[in-house]
């Protein structure tokens, strides 16, 4: 009698443990399979992303030495987002004659994101992550995104043309030779807010 007891409380211990280990094993699939194939969670790797909230005023530098300055904030398309920008940058070290406000310097070129405004000028990128795939040749991984441009200069209230992740930059391809930087003040417009928050910004 105390063997068969014996023989049935090992039974039920072992189901138990065999239970919980297939639950765990289920979650980790379950998971894997999530964020592979979920959108949402690719563009929520990007470094952890933050949302802008309403009635705060965020302030940024953007140097002019390197092509985009990631803001860490993902953006909605319809979204009204205020930038006003102050400082100057040099579009050629040691050169006076090449300074220029975020307006950017009076010339356009080919080497340039936005060819039909000034190079140097202050410009906005919304980066929308799509997928990411595998090279089986190489293992390189292969970035699937759509970017939307917009012009911001020294001030410009920017309907958001794309859901995804805001960088700011310089109107120049070719940016190794700059020095300086532009400082940005940015926040979420509010519809019917009554005290505006650009008084607040540079």
Not at 173 to 183: C, I, L, P, S, Y
């Amino acid at each position: 009698m105390s063997n068969n007891m014996r023989i049935t409380e090992k039974s039920h211990i072992y189901s138990f443990q065999t239970g919980i280990k297939r639950f765990f094993l289920y979650m980790i699939l379950y998971s894997q399979i999530f964020m592979l194939f979920s959108p949402l969670f690719l563009n929520s790797q990007e470094n952890s992303a933050s949302a802008l909230k309403a009635g705060v005023v965020y302030r940024l530098s953007v140097l002019s030495n390197i092509n985009w300055t990631d803001t860490g904030f993902d953006v909605w398309e319809g979204q009204e987002i205020v930038f006003k920008a102050s400082g100057g940058i040099t579009l050629q070290k040691g050169n006076p004659m090449a300074y220029c406000n975020p307006e950017g310097y009076p010339m356009k070129t080919v080497q340039q994101p936005l060819k039909d405004r000034n190079i140097g000028a202050l410009i906005g990128k919304i980066v929308k992550l799509i997928s990411i795939e595998i090279d089986e040749e190489t293992g390189e991984e292969i970035r699937n995104e759509q970017e939307e441009l917009f012009f911001i200069g020294l001030e410009q209230t920017v309907e958001m043309p794309l859901s995804g992740r805001l960088f700011l930059g310089i109107n120049e391809v070719v940016v190794g030779d700059n020095a300086g930087e532009f400082k940005v003040g940015l926040y979420l417009a509010e519809e019917g807010r009554e005290e505006p928050l650009s008084d607040k910004l540079y």
